[in-house]
C-alpha cells in the first residue's frame, strides 16, 4: 500500500522560506512520478511540481517556478520542495501525490494521481 506523509508546513513571513517534505513507503520510488499539489480555501487544488527520480523530469508550475526547488532523495524515499519568496497568494494546505508511471506529467493535475497524503498547512503573513 502507497502511503505518503507530508511535514515541514507552518506559519512564516512573506519573503520567507518553507522546506516540505513527503515520506513515501510501500511502493518503489524509482517507478512513481512523486508530485506536490496544494489547495487554498475555497479553490481547486492545483499542481505545483512534480518530480521523476528514474528519468529526471521535473514540472514547476508557472505560480512557483523560480522561487522552489524539488528534489528527491531515494535513499529514504522522500521527495523535498523547498519554497523560497514566500507569499501571502501561497498560503495552502500543500499535498503530496504519487503515482506509478515512466515520467512526471506536465502539467501535473489531479486525475493523474491516484495516491495522496493528508496534507500539512503552509500560511503566510504578510
Known amino acids: 500500500e502507497v502511503q505518503l506523509v507530508e511535514s515541514g508546513g507552518g506559519l512564516v513571513q512573506a519573503g520567507g522560506s518553507l522546506r516540505l517534505s513527503c515520506a513515501g513507503s510501500g511502493f518503489t520510488f524509482d517507478d512513481y512520478a512523486i508530485a506536490w499539489f496544494r489547495q487554498a480555501p475555497g479553490k481547486e487544488r492545483e499542481g505545483v511540481s512534480c518530480i521523476h527520480s528514474r528519468d529526471g523530469s521535473t514540472y514547476y508550475a508557472h505560480s512557483v517556478k523560480g522561487r522552489s526547488t524539488i528534489s528527491s532523495a531515494n535513499a529514504n524515499n522522500t521527495v523535498t520542495l523547498q519554497l523560497n519568496s514566500l507569499k501571502p497568494e501561497d498560503t495552502a494546505v500543500y499535498y503530496c501525490?504519487?503515482?506509478?508511471?515512466?515520467?512526471?506529467?506536465?502539467?501535473?493535475?489531479?486525475?493523474?494521481?491516484?495516491?495522496w497524503g493528508q496534507g500539512t498547512q503552509v500560511t503566510v503573513f504578510s
Open positions: 501525490a504519487a503515482e506509478e508511471g515512466p515520467g512526471c506529467p506536465i502539467p501535473a493535475y489531479v486525475a493523474d494521481f491516484g495516491s
